[in-house]
């Protein structure tokens, strides 16, 4: 029978002691691209001619090659009004108005310098409000 030895633990090496109870984390320090965005909020009262536009956009940064999401469609927002028909008496006689407010939302992501100055020459119909934004 071979004699009954003790194993001897494995010595840790210096590092490992160092760190022994404490948590090492390790940042990733990759380099990510940076995206830009051109976000377009197109508002109009009209959804046929907001639709037009919104045509003529994507159309034009086609035209350039530019990668389009969208047209998203956003809630509309109707703003309501309730007025009396007379001056004095008869509370009872009112007239009610709404106004409807279409949206849009176009992005065009990582834009050339190209698409934005043919965005900016855009003739649009009138009644059609348009927000740029670099995102």
């Known amino acids: 029978m071979a004699p009954a030895t003790a194993a001897k633990p494995k010595a840790k090496p210096s ?3 160092a760190t022994e109870g ?3 984390t ?3 320090t990759a380099a990510v691209p940076t995206e830009h965005k051109l976000r ?3 508002r109009a009262y009209e959804h046929k001619i907001l639709d037009l536009s919104v045509k003529q956009i994507m159309d034009t940064a086609a035209r350039f090659d530019a990668t389009v999401v969208g047209p998203v469609p956003l ?3 109707i703003k309501r009004w309730t007025v009396n028909r007379s001056t004095f008496v ?3 006689a009112r007239e009610q108005f709404e106004m409807r ?3 849009r939302l176009v992005d065009i992501l ?3 310098p190209k698409v934005i100055e043919a965005l900016t020459n855009l003739n649009l119909p009138s009644g059609v409000t348009i927000d740029v934004k670099m995102v």
């Open 15 to 17: 590092s490992a002691k």
């Open 22 to 24: 404490k948590r090492v």
């Open 26 to 28: 390790k940042k990733a």
């Open 40 to 42: 377009i909020r197109i």
């Open 75 to 77: 809630p509309t927002e």
């Open 90 to 92: 008869y509370k009872d």
């Open 101 to 103: 407010i279409h949206k």
């Open 110 to 112: 990582n834009p050339s």
